[in-house]
């Protein structure tokens, strides 16, 4: 059994759906333990400036249905400096924090690698990010909302698609990970899918467009992450309508939307289990790491190899959709 006695639990980067459920989960298993919990708000700032406040059980009710973050969140530019990081320290000491759970991405987990290297605070980091790019973990927070999310509006593009001989090019999220595109082309049925991990060919979607038509398809879905690199949806479709003028060419950027609304089921289960998992965790031992649930058991990554190394979408899920595209 640890000697930690008093945590906080903050969110970083990138607003995420589930967030909420996660820090509520957290706060209510510390209670449980009879551990002091508190929420630093607007992140590694947050944690700079002290704004730092005790939670209760009944701070956390009502919000595991709320989208985005009730800690808010935020980017710290002083926090990548040792001063700031030394500053961030003599805040917890101040409060007396012993350990601290860290919710967001790469960006997030970094800082916490950091943190803990230079001042020994045990940092547990739960993977909370749309793009589901963490390894250590089969699906991050906000992951599921954010595929949902995208595919009810592919949904609504295929009912104006399939009212007019139109070939829709849909944008969704991944700067550098094609996960949410995959998963959104496979739901909603998409023709082909544009990734940042696969080289996409422009002669080959043209080669398939003219399958299409042969079989008298009068519409057809593309869904494009942002990060693909041959570009982004309206750099595809404006190389695609010079080459192929058999369709009349439309655009849809889903954007941020992704990142809002109230999470999924999925993502309110998810983030619940590893916010009570993460409180165990500092509870048997002060190990650090990132936290994660593969192949349903719960696993603990250390935060350079969550960091460093590269998830990527499984090649059988990527040829699978391509043949149900056929």
């Known amino acids: 059994m640890s000697n930690i006695k008093r945590i906080a639990v903050f969110t970083s980067g990138g607003d995420a759906p589930g967030m909420?459920?996660?820090?509520?989960?957290?706060?209510?298993?510390?209670?449980?333990?009879?551990?002091?919990?508190?929420?630093?708000?607007?992140?590694?700032?947050?944690?700079?400036?002290?704004?730092?406040?005790?939670?209760?059980?009944?701070?956390?009710?009502?919000?595991?249905?709320?989208?985005?973050t009730v800690l808010k969140t935020a980017r710290s530019q002083e926090f990548m400096t040792?001063?700031?990081?030394q500053q961030a320290y003599d805040t917890l000491l101040a409060h007396d924090i012993d350990a601290c759970?860290?919710?967001?991405?790469?960006?997030?987990?970094?800082?916490?690698?950091?943190?803990?290297?230079?001042?020994?605070?045990?940092?547990?980091?739960?993977?909370?990010?749309?793009?589901?790019?963490?390894?250590?973990?089969?699906?991050?927070i906000g992951f599921d909302t954010a595929v949902n999310t995208a595919v009810e509006a592919v949904d609504r593009i295929r009912d104006t698609a399939d009212s007019h001989n139109r070939l829709?090019?849909?944008?969704?999220?991944?700067?550098?990970?094609?996960?949410?595109?995959?998963?959104?082309?496979?739901?909603?049925?998409?023709?082909?899918?544009?990734?940042?991990?696969?080289d996409n060919d422009i002669e080959g979607l043209i080669t398939q467009l003219?399958?299409?038509?042969?079989?008298?398809?009068?519409?057809?879905?593309?869904?494009?992450?942002?990060?693909?690199?041959?570009?982004?949806?309206?750099?595809?479709?404006?190389?695609?309508?010079?080459r192929y003028k058999e369709y009349e060419t439309k655009v849809t950027i889903i954007g941020h939307l992704q990142r809002g609304g109230s999470p999924t089921a999925s993502d309110r289960l998810l983030a619940s289990r590893l916010g009570f998992e993460?409180?165990?965790?500092?509870?048997?031992?002060?190990?650090?790491?990132?936290?994660?649930?593969?192949?349903?058991?719960?696993?603990?990554?250390?935060?350079e190899d969550a960091i460093i190394k590269s998830k990527k979408p499984k090649e059988s899920l990527i040829q699978m959709a391509e043949i149900l595209a056929l």
């Open 278 to 303: 993460a409180v165990n965790q500092l509870v048997k031992n002060s190990d650090s790491g990132a936290l994660g649930i593969v192949n349903g058991k719960t696993k603990l990554t250390s935060f």
């Open 210 to 242: 003219r399958k299409s038509a042969k079989r008298k398809k009068l519409f057809n879905l593309v869904i494009v992450a942002e990060g693909n690199q041959n570009g982004g949806a309206m750099e595809i479709a404006a190389k695609v309508n010079e």
């Open 168 to 198: 829709f090019f849909v944008e969704v999220m991944g700067r550098h990970s094609g996960y949410i595109a995959l998963h959104t082309g496979i739901s909603s049925g998409s023709g082909s899918i544009f990734l940042p991990e696969v």
């Open 101 to 140: 759970i860290a919710i967001g991405g790469n960006g997030t987990f970094t800082g916490a690698k950091i943190f803990n290297e230079e001042h020994g605070i045990p940092m547990i980091g739960l993977p909370g990010t749309i793009d589901n790019d963490i390894f250590g973990t089969d699906y991050t």
């Open 20 to 68: 909420n459920a996660a820090v509520r989960s957290v706060v209510r298993t510390a209670s449980y333990h009879d551990l002091h919990v508190y929420g630093i708000y607007r992140g590694y700032q947050g944690m700079i400036d002290g704004d730092i406040t005790k939670l209760g059980r009944g701070d956390v009710a009502n919000i595991i249905q709320r989208g985005g």
């Open 82 to 85: 040792a001063e700031g990081r």
